[in-house]
């Protein structure tokens, strides 16, 4: 979810405790700050992130990073969660 309460899909292509990559039909608004939500084999991971400089654009989307904020911003729980998510050796 956007910042101002709209929805973008996107596709994740790769994730770790500190941020990943998404595909998007349209890029974001770097430092634009978002909720990434995708669902593991333990369940459910969520979190607040800031989207950073694409690194393609092309006609069919772009390809984009994001970053989780540390603790004492907005990435606290994501990274819990996303912990205890590959703690049990299950990743997404």
Same mark, same amino acid.
């Given at each position: 979810?956007l910042?101002?309460?709209?929805?973008?899909?996107?596709?994740?292509?790769?994730?770790?405790?500190?941020?990943?990559? /998404?595909? /998007?039909?349209?890029? /974001?608004?770097?430092?634009?700050?978002?909720? !990434?939500?995708f669902?593991?084999? *333990?369940?459910? !991971?969520?979190?607040?992130?800031?989207?950073?400089?694409?690194?393609?654009?092309?006609?069919?989307?772009? /390809?984009?990073?994001?970053? !989780?904020?540390?603790?004492?911003?907005?990435?606290?729980?994501?990274?819990?969660?996303?912990g205890?998510?590959? *703690?049990?050796?299950?990743?997404?």
């Amino acid at each position: 979810m956007l910042e101002d309460g709209k929805r973008a899909k996107a596709k994740l292509q790769t994730v770790s405790v500190t941020g990943g990559l /998404l595909r /998007l039909a349209k890029s /974001l608004g770097q430092g634009d700050f978002v909720e !990434v939500a995708f669902q593991t084999q *333990s369940g459910p !991971v969520r979190g607040m992130a800031e989207m950073l400089t694409p690194v393609r654009l092309a006609t069919d989307g772009a /390809l984009q990073p994001f970053r !989780v904020p540390d603790e004492t911003q907005h990435g606290g729980r994501f990274q819990l969660i996303f912990g205890v998510a590959r *703690s049990h050796g299950r990743s997404g």
